[in-house]
Nanobody, 125 residues
């Protein structure tokens, strides 16, 4: 089992920036992509971004494309999400996750077997 711990959430004004981090420990997740999801009150958990093990391919939800940047440092077992030009609709609990199967980018929550506890991001208007 992989343990995932998110950090970096907080309160920011519209147009501001935040950087989220995810630290992984426990069972090796070599070869696995990683992803960020978010969950806002009254909505389903939503895919935000994902990155392959090598870091050579990233995928983004249309709602964050051009504003968010996902990255990872395998030597440090960390993944980050740089969030720029934040909007009130970005307000949610953000989770990092690792899929059950390696290699490919996954977007469906059901494909993920390891989740962090989440970090709250609140964007005020």
């Amino acid at each position: 089992q992989v343990q995932l711990v998110e950090s970096g959430g907080g309160l920011v004004q519209s147009g501001g920036s935040l950087r989220l981090s995810c630290a992984a420990s426990g069972r090796t997740f070599s070869g696995h992509s990683m992803a960020w999801f978010r969950h806002a009150p009254g909505k389903d958990r939503e895919f935000v971004a994902a990155i392959t093990w090598s870091g050579d391919y990233m995928a983004y939800a249309d709602s964050v494309k051009g504003r968010f940047i996902i990255s990872r440092e395998n030597a440090k077992n960390t993944m980050s999400l740089q969030m720029n030009s934040l909007k009130p609709e970005d307000t949610a609990v953000y989770y990092c996750a690792v899929p059950r199967s390696p290699y490919y980018i996954r977007r469906a929550p059901a494909d993920f077997g390891s989740w962090g506890q989440g970090t709250q991001v609140t964007v005020s208007s």
